[in-house]
């Protein structure tokens, strides 16, 4: 069993930067390929960015290619999305999701095996 907490949403102005983390607990975080996924009011989650285990590996939305980076620390239970140059479109709830194995290149929301609750991030233009 995995708990994800997301954290770092907020209010930004159009062009700002947000990081934000995700902790895991739990002792077998390595284990686990990460991602990012993202909801904007009255759409479906989509995906955002995906590391893969050792965090070598990393896959990103055509969308936010360019300007956001996922990272993650395995020994500290930590997965990051850095997001610079953020735009109006970037509006959602951030969800942190883990699943079990290796990464894919092409997530989807149903593939997941542990979810984080979310956080707001909101961009001002």
């Known amino acids: 069993q995995v708990q994800l907490i997301e954290s770092g949403g907020g209010l930004v102005q159009a062009g700002g930067s947000l990081r934000l983390p995700c902790a895991a607990s739990g002792r077998t975080f390595s284990s686990y390929s990460m991602y990012w996924f993202r909801q904007a009011p009255g759409k479906e989650r989509e995906f955002v960015a995906a590391i893969s285990r050792n965090g070598i590996i990393a896959y990103y939305a055509d969308s936010v290619k360019g300007r956001f980076t996922i990272s993650r620390e395995n020994a500290k239970n930590l997965v990051y999305l850095q997001m610079n140059r953020l735009k109006p479109e970037d509006t959602a709830v951030y969800y942190c999701?883990?699943?079990?194995?290796?990464?894919?290149?092409?997530?989807?929301?149903?593939?997941?095996?542990?979810w984080g609750k979310g956080t707001l991030v909101t961009v001002s233009s």
């Open positions: 999701a883990a699943k079990i194995g290796g990464v894919g290149v092409n997530p989807t929301s149903s593939g997941m095996d542990y």
